[in-house]
């Protein structure tokens, strides 16, 4: 009853907290948009936008968290364009990466359908998770963003891998990369933000799909993480404008 009870109690907060927070963030964006905005006061409404974008990927991860243990977190399907999918991804992690000197190298196979069907937002969000790692524990060097397919009869295969040159994990600490609130390496790390809720949700995910994630790393070179997830491939007949993008 006590872990129900927190369960709905953290589910309600994350809701209440989103709506103010979202307004914040709806401000901001109207007042960065202002022609006559002093360089100074921009730079303040940048830090805002970065700071209220960071509380909501905490205030979402906490939401998922209490929908994975109250198994209210479900998957939906749709048809969706994967290229549209990875382009926004790439996008989004060159954002993350920001000022710091790692290049991202990006590789598609061009043999994946041009419609899949599945839950693309968790696909997007398993993915994201892994990219935003890699961003976050990688000072210098590169990330390579790679996605293959295998296709069999109506499955296409997702097999996407996130390879980086970070700080690497110590192999007795893989394990607990995956339990809740785990931050690895935490005394190292004091200046990069987070909940070590991301790759908690992850698992979940993949795990609710079917599908299966691997690491690999060596410590103080970098890591690996491969995802493979199955998607159905939309029939023929299905155009992009009738499908459900990213």
Known sequence: KANNAKTEFLSSMSHEIRTPLNAITGFAEALKDEPDLPDRVREDVNDILMASESLLEIVNGVLDISKIEANKLEIINNNYNPYRMFKDLTTLTRVRIGEKPIELIAQMDETIPKVLYGDHTRVKQVILNILTNAAKYTK????????????????????????DTGIGIKRDKIDKLFDK??????????????????????????????????????????????????????????????????
């Open 140 to 163: 210098e060097g590169h990330i390579i963003f790679k996605v293959n397919s295998v296709i069999k009869g109506e499955i296409c295969r997702l097999i996407v891998s996130v390879e």
């Open 181 to 246: 609130f785990e931050r690895l390496d935490e005394d190292r790390n004091t200046t990069i933000e987070g909940t070590g809720l991301g790759l908690a949700i992850t698992k979940r995910l993949v795990q609710l799909m079917h599908g299966e994630l691997v690491v690999q790393s060596i410590y103080g070179k970098g890591s690996k993480f491969t995802v493979s997830i199955d998607q159905k491939i939309a029939p023929s007949d299905v155009k992009l404008e009738d499908t459900i993008e990213v």
